[in-house]
């Protein structure tokens, strides 16, 4: 009865995701799909006898970091010859013409943007998701594949009992677009295109975070020995019905006027698709016609690539301009005449830094190459130096920041110019703000950019601390905010008091202190007077804490203005020191010991093993050495560790000895859980 309500469930499950992810025509709200799920996801629980890899639970991923193991390609996994000229396309006409001496028919397909993917399926159940890798073989990514909801995990319909299928696995604009504005705000580097994205998504060892980068996945080529047809495109048809993603883009073409207008049409439309796409790819449809003509070393015979010119534009380049950042680095904007690019209207470009505008030799009035990196961050690629007539000064990088006055400052090893008066510095102390209540850091809602710029420019807030000052009656009186938006953001900030100690040192917006850093920091001081007293010493002593954090987190506490800052906030009630939970969770079994750990796990991640290190007393360190205590050995040990940890007698633990020196086996999960 039990079992049957299960597989009920999860044949139900599996219907809406094909409905939502594939068709796009949901027959059920979200709302009641997360029901089932959680009612299917009790029953699991209760029952783990009927567990099942494929089950539509096992989306959300795993923390669990396993290293990707090498699988050698039933089928090698060739690239395709590329050309970029309809002259080209018409010479592989001729050329497949001649092969064949027989008629034949070509499918155009997009070619989608992204990073190459082959799954295996047997009697219906996704077996192994491979990487294209060198062709021969590639890394097993399955654990993360199995995350994409658009990719099914059991099929339905009649399917072969065993077969291979290619795509690509792809970032929608939307969520790339979306990651970046997150990144950005964070001050990280942006990725330059959703197939760099997606690619490196794809390789995290976490599978739950690539789970929340929603990727998606489109399918294109059958391999197998008993498929539906010896038709290309009847195959696709087929593969569609058992529920995977087949683009809508396909044309079976008899002649080369029906696959020149398919260029034409989708060199312009594909601009308003969800997801990128470089070029065409066209192939023999008939599999018999594509064995007789065969492969050469390095790529098929019967398929080629067109790719789309990366469309570019000259301008002018009227004037530079500077930004600045939550941490006070300086981004120089070109501002030019605007021009039309990839279905767009460009005003301005990214300059990045100093260097850049060096080896560009950039003058004001200059005539400049225009393109978009991935068709969406606008950059200046070279000057036309051959229309210098007329034209103004050189572009030198300002050496005062635009905003405050301030000297700017670079840091050896750094491409960037930071301005150092972060404390007076308009851009940065709404930036900060802007940080302080994100959802990482102090998760407050209400106070968006624009509410922060609004609040900043009538005097309520000067700093982080103010926010906690708030008061409704000046909330109210203010355009653009009523009684509603005033009681949530005084709900937000009383909420936001129970906000963890390592979040709160994240939240204070140290520069170079990210949220991993600013955890390891808590872990390490456990109270804020801890850690505002810290040495240089004591700093770089933390793992993974080195000379650039350890002198950042000395500058910031030696500011008056900030240490004023953090005592406010203490009597606000923020939480300035680690829970009574996490700090009964340490223990001193560890102490002393400096501990390498390598290989990958079963039973834990490797951050997770990392914090159970530091919370028992023991140091993590990177390189074996002879002061090492012992290596945390998993799996695949890296060799060069291995030979080294031989040679200086260095003994090797696996994860069950040393989870029983920790006696991790005694405290219960809820307390394990609050460390990570």
């Excluded at 933390?542 to 900030?562: K, L, P, T």
Aim: glycine share 6%; with cysteine; charged share 25%.
């Amino acid at each position: 009865m039990i079992k049957s309500q299960i597989e009920s469930l999860r044949r139900e499950l599996e219907q809406h995701n094909y409905n939502y992810y594939v068709l796009s025509a949901p027959t059920i709200s979200d709302f009641d799909f997360d029901a089932k799920l959680r009612q299917l996801q009790e029953l699991e629980t209760q029952h783990p006898e009927f567990f099942d890899p494929n089950s539509p639970t096992q989306r959300v991923g795993s923390d669990i970091a396993n290293g990707f193991e090498q699988v050698a390609h039933v089928y090698p996994m060739l690239s395709l010859g590329n050309t970029y000229s309809e002259g080209e396309v018409q010479d592989f006409y001729e050329r497949v013409r001649k092969g064949l001496n027989e008629e034949f028919e070509l499918v155009c397909e997009l070619k989608y943007d992204g990073t190459s993917i082959s799954l295996t399926y047997e009697n219906g159940e996704l077996i192994r998701a491979v990487t294209r890798g060198d062709g021969e073989k590639g890394d097993d990514v399955t654990a993360n594949v199995k995350t994409i909801r658009s990719i099914p995990l059991r099929l339905h319909g009649n399917f072969p009992p065993k077969f291979e299928i290619r795509g690509e696995i792809l970032m929608p604009w939307s969520v790339f677009d979306e990651l970046n504005v997150e990144r950005e705000a964070q001050e990280e580097q942006l990725f330059a295109n959703p197939r760099n994205a997606a690619s490196g998504t794809l390789k995290l060892q976490n599978s739950s975070v690539v789970a929340s980068r929603k990727l998606d996945g489109y399918f294109y080529y059958l391999l197998g020995e008993s498929l539906p047809s010896d038709l290309h495109s009847e195959n696709l048809k087929a593969a569609h019905s058992w529920g995977f993603k087949v683009s809508d883009a396909t044309k079976v073409c008899r002649n080369l006027e029906e696959v020149s207008a398919f260029i034409n049409f989708w060199d312009v439309e594909r601009k308003n698709l969800p997801v990128a796409t470089d070029g065409i790819v066209l192939k023999v449809n008939s599999l018999t016609q594509q064995k007789n003509l065969g492969f050469t070393a390095k790529s098929p015979r019967w398929a080629i690539a067109y790719k789309f010119q990366a469309e570019k534009a000259v301008t002018r380049l009227n004037s530079v301009s500077y930004q600045v950042g939550r941490t006070g680095a300086v981004t120089p904007v070109a501002n030019l005449d605007p021009v039309q690019l990839s279905g767009t209207t460009v005003k301005r470009a990214s300059l990045h830094n100093a260097d850049i505008i060096e080896a560009l030799d950039l003058h004001i009035g200059d005539m400049v190459f225009v393109e978009k990196g991935g068709e969406i961050i606008p950059k200046i690629t070279a000057v036309d130096k051959d229309a210098r007539l007329l034209i103004g000064d050189k572009v030198q990088f300002i050496k005062a920041c635009p905003e405050c006055g301030a000297a700017l400052t670079r840091y050896e090893g750094e491409a960037a110019h930071y301005c150092p008066n972060e404390n007076a510095c308009p851009p940065q102390i709404k930036g900060k703000m802007e940080h302080f209540v994100s959802r990482k850091a102090m998760n407050i809602d209400g106070l968006g950019a624009e509410t922060i710029n609004l609040l900043y420019q009538n005097e309520l807030l000067h700093n982080i601390a103010d926010i906690y000052s708030l008061k409704i009656p000046d909330l109210i009186r203010l355009e653009r905010l009523g009684t509603k938006s005033a009681y949530n953001i005084q709900a937000g900030c009383e909420k936001s008091k129970e906000v963890p100690f390592e979040r709160v040192v994240f939240a204070l917006g140290i520069r170079f202190v990210g949220e991993t850093i600013a955890k390891k920091l808590a872990f390490a001081f456990k109270t804020i007077e801890s850690l505002e007293n810290a040495t240089f010493d004591e700093l770089i002593a933390v793992d993974e804490i080195g000379e650039r954090i350890a002198q950042s987190v000395v500058q910031y506490f030696a500011d008056a203005a900030n240490i004023e800052t953090v005592n406010r906030l203490r009597e606000y009630g923020l939480q300035m020191s680690l829970s009574e939970e996490k700090l009964q969770a340490r223990g001193e079994s560890l102490a002393g010991l400096s501990i390498v750990i390598s290989g990958t796990f079963s039973r834990h991640s490797r951050d997770e093993y990392k914090t159970m290190i530091e919370m028992n007393g023991g140091k993590n360190v990177g390189s074996v050495s002879a002061k090492t205590s012992f290596i945390l050995a998993g799996d695949n040990m890296g060799p060069e560790k291995l030979k080294k940890a031989e040679k200086l007698g260095v003994k090797l633990v696996d994860e069950n000895t040393f989870l029983s020196m920790i006696d991790v086996e005694t405290k219960s999960e809820t307390q394990m859980g609050l460390l990570f």
